[in-house]
């Protein structure tokens, strides 16, 4: 079966643009996650979807990021007015209820 | 404040050697440790997990241990074999107000050389 996936693999954009950055999970998870990861580090929380509703959204570093899972499946990163320091891997993941987390391959974005 | 760490960045191992990575915690409210393996230009993949009511979970050439008194656990893996040259994170997760978020380390580079 499909593993999750994101779109795109990588995203440029200028500082200052807006970007979304798109996950689809396996389907049938129940559980989204959203991860970002920088060069030499682990993946880093940021928010966390149970159905369509934000149950934790305590890693979102400011009001720049939002994200949004309107029918309980796909979900959308939205950042806004970028910054270079939003440079970083995103990685989302999906699972089933008391199951593991699967990820996709990952969005890299650069912002210039 | 890193709750989980990896103090070794990289491993080098020859191939049918064990290959031992290790991980430190400081959070005691955590109730379940994973390890990840991650191959360049991919995202991690499970590999092992472990509950906080075990010791010990074993799976083919992969073992996790884990010692709570002194927050600690490591991964074995034997045979190490070419293909297992990846970085391996250590992930600790609780369930706190609903959410199931992981607490990643840095990852340990391993390399299992032929």
């Known amino acids: 079966g499909a593993g999750v996936s994101q779109t795109p693999s990588n995203k440029v954009t200028e500082k200052g643009k807006y970007v979304e950055l798109r996950c689809d999970p396996i389907s049938g998870h129940t559980a989204l996650y959203w991860y970002r990861q920088s060069l030499g580090q682990g993946p880093e929380f940021l928010i966390y979807f149970q159905g369509t509703g934000a149950a934790d959204d305590s890693g979102l570093p400011n009001d720049r990021f939002f994200a949004v899972r309107p029918e309980g499946s796909v979900s959308t990163l939205k950042i806004q007015r970028t910054e270079r320091g939003d440079s970083a891997m995103y990685l989302c993941?999906?699972?089933?209820?008391?199951?593991?987390?699967?990820f996709g391959p990952g969005t890299r974005l650069t912002v210039t | 404040d890193q709750q989980v760490k990896q103090n070794s960045p990289s491993l080098s191992v020859q191939e049918g050697r064990i290959s031992i990575l290790n991980c430190d915690y400081t959070?005691?409210?955590?109730?379940?440790f994973l390890w990840y393996k991650k191959y360049p230009a991919e995202g991690p993949t499970f590999l092992i997990s472990i509950s906080s009511i075990k010791d010990k979970n074993e799976d083919g050439r992969f073992t996790v241990f884990l010692n709570k008194s002194a927050k600690h656990l490591s991964l074995h893996i034997v045979p190490s074999q070419p293909g297992d040259s990846a970085v391996y994170f250590c992930a600790a997760g609780y369930s706190q107000g609903g959410s199931e978020k992981l607490v990643f380390g840095k990852g340990t580079k391993l390399t299992v050389n032929p």
């Open positions: 959070n005691s409210m955590f109730d379940y």
């Open positions: 993941a999906s699972s089933p209820p008391d199951g593991e987390q699967y």
